[in-house]
């Protein structure tokens, strides 16, 4: 299985260096790694129906537990069947889709390198793979979403995809490090036998709002749900492959995998529950008032997530049963939907459909796949689609809360998407052909075969629905289901309430179809509550954020080094000032401190007045000299304490940097320019209590005793280890040698840096 | 300046003041001293000479750009700090004495040129510093 | 246990800076040197990684004089980690120098001082000491400082200004601290240190000591709030310099925090929590300083500060997870800063400059060079199975047990705002078509370069972008790596024990 994963990995790889040669009539024969890989899953459906679950497992990086396993099991059959099989016929539509696009390789590989991605997501059985590959989806995403990246509305919307599903991956991880915590492994097959532990820990609500959060996210659930209609910017390959069938279930699979693991009861039933149904009605009501044809099949395609995210969390094995067949209904008649609008934009120029009509005409096969999407999409006997929604209806109706409630929702949202699916599959080909579109001619067979194959599929499998269920349902209910009961698919179940219902269903359907047609008007009329529309209080949310990010920045970032030395003094001060006034004591013992005498007290005298002449004068050269008085009087202190060492070097750099201070101040203005009053008095309330804390600092310093372990080693041994009778000599160029030679360099470097300053005056124009 | 009686003086206080750098340097190991003061003095006896006599004599007293003393003392210092290494198998920058000490310099070993690469670099760095600063004024 | 090989790196830097100032004017012959010379450096820098993997912490005794009495030299796993680390990044570096910088510049000590550089990240790495680690900084500091004013331009002469004050500053807050701590315990060798700080009895005066460390270091790392100096500096100088400022001088400032904190100051409450605010308020600030940039290097500057949030804060929680979750943070944003300046720098001989709104269409022009670019850009945001994602995991585990959930919204925070910012600065810069511009007719454009030419362009990009896939597809043996120096830090017994009884 990891080979099956890898393969497309690498075909992407391949075509980094080979793409060239793709671009044109080979480009078909990429649609033979789709294609092979769905061979080699079919292969295991003897296995799977039988109940086996196949498990692989390499190490990869086992220090974080993050090892590639794979499970085969029903559900994962089921995901890596669609994947691949949508996959081939979405491949051999791109061949003629895109032929000759000057980037159809680049196309080809972002689309393996999904496909590869979203295989790994599917066959994972350890919960970081999982997040790996869920991530490598959301970017192949980007790059698909952006694929026609000189249109500024493709960036935006690929960005915006990116960014909502960001977030989603990125509580994921938080989800799965969590969870992984709490369970001790990644490995999901492990969890399953774990439930109660997890629902019984103090981090089970955390987990659930971080997986609800990832799922919720990428399935596009109410209110995440508006980066999906920008996504149909996308190429009509990417909106049908990712957008409707694979990327956007991922979500859905998630929770779909986790049910055994975390369902813990009423907060999870509740909770997907209600996010379901809001997210089914709310994207069915507004399918009413699009006209573009994939914004329509967007919407639905969001219901469709919603309805799925709606049986998940009624959770009842009837209710799973019905996500897993409807998972397969939604891919066929969706894909092909997808597939025929391209079809249209494509020999039409517009999707507009209020412009299509009478299309039967000029294109007779797309048109019988259109009618029979729509029938399975509205459910009619004798598709699949009929067998889906008659399961739907049958979770609603036994659920122990709300059955009512919840059936009126599913059968409003039902009646919706049957609407939808009619008018794209049904109205565009009816009617009468404008002129315009009388010369139209049928594309490459490439093109419409792939759809007519996907609704034959949908109308087979509806009259022999034993098939989904050997393969399919079964399993996936013994694998997810909490409690398992065997059970049949039927077509015809008898004269029941369900079907009444879907009679309902039906009746209402048509009934829509024939009154309501979609118009700019009504496009109109909805464009006026955009303001509380999730996308738009999003972005203008994000916008407020970026004024918001620049006030906080500029203020900060002044230009002034003076604010930014006095925001670390402040800083310094706040903190120092915490700490020495959390313990303070004013008692100093100054017994132990040596006495004042009168040296002491004039060479503080003179540092002080050289300081205050220095702060205070108007005069750079007064300044200079007061600052030579002050590093004298430190010469002087060092004599006093007999370091006549010190006391020499002191001496002499003062000389030396009076000196060059005064060569300096040749070229600057005579006098200074203080700034106002309050800023002098703010940075000098500000210097001066650094000042005073810091000498607080030193006292307390002084009281602690001292350890003067390496100051003796220093004195005996300079001598007799070192040859040397200076013991500041000596620690200079031997104890502490490093030091002095790196000391040497730092004013090698020093000296460079003056050089290169002064000789070097580059003018920005002849820059780099 | 460049008065007659500052003149006359740096003429003569040049060499003395290099000699007393150099004996600053050498008695560094045993009574205050050492590397750094002694080239600081002989840098303050080549500024003295620059502004008494002009920057271009002193220039011409030297040579060669004062740039260059730095990295020949860096080389000197980095030589004595891993000839241990090389010759003994010390760690880095250990002292490796001769025997005997000679009269009037004391006692030979790598701290001492050492020193006297920390004597050129000061040498080195501070005029390059200052002899740039006036150049470009 | 004693083994020379530890410091070869720094002999080898000392060397080759003196060289260097020896052919002063010869600027071809200091370019083939240079690249030489950091050649040798690396090559010396992976011997000693793998002699230290092998055989344990070595020390050197600089002088012969035993620990504590003079300098000693450690070079447990993690010092000769990032020892390698600066090795690879300076390597890279150098090669992109010789062709990125211009001549004038080069003529006046450019090599010389970038070995210099060198030298002190590296003796900072190494040093036992704290005064020692002192003046490693310092010349550290001058040498930057320098190799961000040759030159001489006006704006690059204003951020140099910013730079030097503020790092002079910290570097006296270092000096006050380390007095502070000598007054306290007598001792500047850290092993030392660590051992007497216990006994001493006013611990509030200790707490002190830690915060100016802290604020010392803190400066120098960029954490808030006292980070403001690197967005007014680290975009003026040439690329090649702002790649090493980025990948290398804001990791010492961390490195010296993991030392201290881990050997001198341990976990101390009050420090945990200041550094844990501290940090998150730098993913954030950094962060939504990144959102608003039009310049590519300006936004690159951001993340350093946000990235160095997650490290300081991993630091602040103060477990061996989240210690393990640092390390190999480390590893990753050193290769990855550096390459990313590096990026900056080429996309800027492409189109002659760097702000977003100018640039476009990369993407159709330059289809390998954009795959290339791309793989270090997602590892910032750390897509996995790339080198950002894999710490992610330790510190958000860490974050976690600890129930610091202030601190996992940050990291949250901080990778998505990298994700968003990143994925606008693909769409701007690779994606959209080149504007209409006036292109600066003066300049020397990628396109006209000789082949060669174009080679030492995008060879370090590569190269680094190749250290960085392996640290993503082959993070088992850096998380190894990273754990072991986590084990060895979070112990810092085995750090003493190697240093003083021998």
Known sequence: MLGAVLLGFLFSLFLVFAGSYFRGKLAVLSSLIPLSLFVYFLTFIPEISSGEVIYESYEWIPS???????????????FALMITGVGSLVFLYTSAYLKDHKYLDRFYGYLSLFMAAMLGLVLSDNLMSLFIFWELTSISSFYLIGFNNDKADSRKSALVALGITGIGGLLLLGGAVLLGDVVGTYRISEMLSMRDAI???????????????????KSAQFPFHFWLPGAMKAPTPVSTYLHSATMVKAGVYLLFRMTPVLNGGDIWHTVLIVVGAITMIYSAVHIIFRTDLKGILAYSTISALGILVFLIGIGTQAALIAAAVFIVVHALYKASLFLITGIIDHETGTRDVTQLAGLRKVLLPVAIAGFIAALISGGVPPTLGFVGKDLIYESTLHFKNNAVLLTIIAISTNVLLFYAGFVAGVKPFMGKLPKKFEKLHLPSPLMWVPPLIMTIAGLVFGLFPSLIETTFAKPIAMTQAIAFEDFHLKLWHGFNTILGLSAITLVLGVVLYFTLKPSHALENKIAKLDFIAPEVLLLKLSEGFAVFSKYWTNFFQTGYLRHYISIVVAFLILLLGYLIFSDFSLETDFSTLADLTIYEISILLMLLMGVLYTVFTKSRLAAVAALGVVGLSFSLLFL????????????????????LFVLVLYKLPKYLNFSNKWLRMKHGVLSVSFGVLITLLILRVLKEPKNTEISEFYAENAYKLAHGKNVVNVILVDFRGIDTMIEISVLIVAALGVFGLLKLRLKTRDKK | MRTIILKSASSYLLPVLLLFSVFILLRGHYLPGGGFVGGLVAAIAFVLDAFSNGLDKTKGILKFHPGFFMPVGLMIAFLSGISPMLLAGLPLMTGIWADNPIPVIGAIGSPLFFDIGVYLVVIGASLTIIFTISESV | MTNDIIILPLVVHLFFSILLMLFWNKVNFQKVVSMVGNAIALCVAIWAFIHVYNNGTQIVESGNWPAPFGIVFVGDMLAVTLVLLTAIAGFAVSVFSTISVIKARLRFGYFSVFHFLLLGLNGAFLTGDIFNLYVWFEIIIISSFVLISIGGEKNQLEGAVKYFALNFFASMIFLTALGVLYGLVGTLNMADISLKIAEVKDTTLVEISAVLFLVGFGIKSAIFPLYFWLPASYHTPPSAVSAIFAGLLTKVGVYALIRVFTLIYG???????????????????????????????????????CHIGFMIGGLALFTEVAMAGVIFYLIHDIIIKTNLFLISGLIYRIKATTNMKKLGGLYAHYPKLSLLIAIPLFSLVGIPPLSGYWPKI?????????????????????????????????????????PKINFPKKFIYFDQLRLGQKFTFVFPVAFLTFVTLYIGFGAEHIQQLSQRIAMELMNNELYINAVLKR
């Not at chain 3, 844990?276 to 310049?295: E, K, P, R, V, Y």
Request: aromatic fraction near 18%; charged fraction near 10%; proline fraction near 1%.
């Open chain 1, 64 to 78: 974080f537990g993050v090892n590639l396993s794979f499970t085969l099991d029903g559900l994962a059959l089921l």
């Open chain 1, 199 to 217: 629902t019984d820990s103090s981090n089970y609500l955390l987990i659930l709002l971080l997986i609800f959060g990832a799922a919720f996210t």
């Open chain 1, 640 to 659: 006093f304490y007999s370091a006549p060492d010190l006391a020499m070097t002191q001496f002499s750099v003062d000389t030396l940097t009076v000196i």
């Open chain 3, 267 to 305: 976990g101390d409450s009050f420090l945990t929590t200041l550094l844990l605010f501290l940090a998150i308020m730098t993913i954030f600030s950094g962060g939504i300083g990144a959102i608003i940039q039009n310049n590519i290097k300006k936004v690159f500057m951001y993340f350093i500060i």
């Open chain 3, 394 to 434: 330790s510190l958000i585990l860490a974050s976690f047990n600890a129930q610091e959930y202030w601190f996992f919204g940050a990291l949250i925070f901080g990778s998505l705002i990298t994700l968003i910012v990143i994925a606008k600065l693909w769409s701007e810069v690779f994606w959209k078509d080149q």
